[in-house]
């Protein structure tokens, strides 16, 4: 009878030394980015008024991309977390 090997392997914070540094630095990245998403979003409205009070549709448009844009990266960049815990616990289980 063929001997199974089963690797059951997680995870951990005490694996090598520097994790909690790793921590803090993707910690400040995540807010770093949400700042830019703030100030992408603010620049893009800024355009998008500018473009439709100067009936300039081009320039509305983009701003209005800018805007969604904006908005979908604070999603991404805010639920970046839940996003990784989500796929690590799905792929886990195959």
Same mark, same amino acid.
């Given at each position: 009878?063929?001997?199974?090997?089963?690797?059951?392997?997680?995870?951990?914070?005490?694996?090598?030394?520097?994790?909690? @540094?790793?921590?803090?630095?993707?910690? %400040? &990245? $995540?807010?770093?980015?949400?700042?830019?998403? &703030?100030?992408?979003?603010?620049?893009? @409205?800024?355009?998008? %008024?500018?473009?439709?009070?100067?009936?300039?549709?081009?320039?509305?448009?983009?701003?209005? @991309?800018?805007?969604?844009?904006?908005?979908?990266?604070?999603? $991404?960049?805010?639920?970046?977390?839940?996003?990784?815990?989500?796929?690590?616990? @799905?792929?886990?289980? &195959?």
């Amino acid at each position: 009878m063929p001997v199974r090997v089963v690797a059951d392997i997680s995870p951990n914070t005490t694996g090598l030394p520097g994790i909690s @540094a790793l921590q803090n630095i993707v910690g %400040a &990245l $995540l807010t770093v980015g949400l700042i830019a998403c &703030l100030g992408g979003l603010v620049l893009a @409205a800024i355009i998008w %008024a500018v473009g439709h009070h100067s009936a300039n549709p081009s320039i509305a448009g983009r701003g209005k @991309a800018g805007v969604l844009v904006a908005v979908v990266a604070s999603i $991404l960049v805010g639920g970046a977390n839940v996003l990784v815990d989500f796929f690590f616990h @799905a792929g886990s289980k &195959l």
